[in-house]
Nanobody, 128 residues
Framework: QVQLVESGGGSVQSGGSLRLSCQASGYTYSTYYSSYCMAWFRQVPGKEREGIASIDRDSGVKYALSVKDRFTISQDNAKNTLYLEMNDLKPEDTAMYYC??????????????????WGQGTQVTVSS
């Protein structure tokens, strides 16, 4: 069974930075499309989960416009770890951040239904 565990969340002031990590286990190599596609999503209570960044060996990286040029997604395959470097944080970035893995479509997307496995989330709170 694939397990994803996020860490690195916390409370920061506007303009600050955080680095989120997602440790994966039980993830087997896939020869299908979008192998090892992983992504970060975030969700505010009462709103839909929003895709913010994805990464894949073949597809490269994708970012939501709301975080482009501020957030950076990366992965360390040797450590089976996904990262999200978050810079110039704003109050509107406050949310629960989730790690997702195992895309079931040929491309690495930022769409919730396209991912099979999810972590439990880590809270990020940005104050003014």
């Amino acid at each position: 069974q694939v397990q994803l565990v996020e860490s690195g969340g916390g409370s920061v002031q506007s303009g600050g930075s955080l680095r989120l990590s997602c440790q994966a286990s039980g993830y087997t190599y896939s020869t299908y499309y979008s192998s090892y596609c992983m992504a970060w999503f975030r969700q505010v209570p009462g709103k839909e989960r929003e895709g913010i960044a994805s990464i894949d060996r073949d597809s490269g990286v994708k970012y939501a416009l709301s975080v482009k040029d501020r957030f950076t997604i990366s992965q360390d395959n040797a450590k089976n770890t996904l990262y999200l470097e978050m810079n110039d944080l704003k109050p509107e970035d406050t949310a629960m951040y989730y790690c997702a893995a195992d895309s079931v479509v040929p491309i690495c997307t930022l769409i919730v239904p396209d991912f099979r496995f999810w972590g439990q989330g880590t809270q990020v709170t940005v104050s003014s």
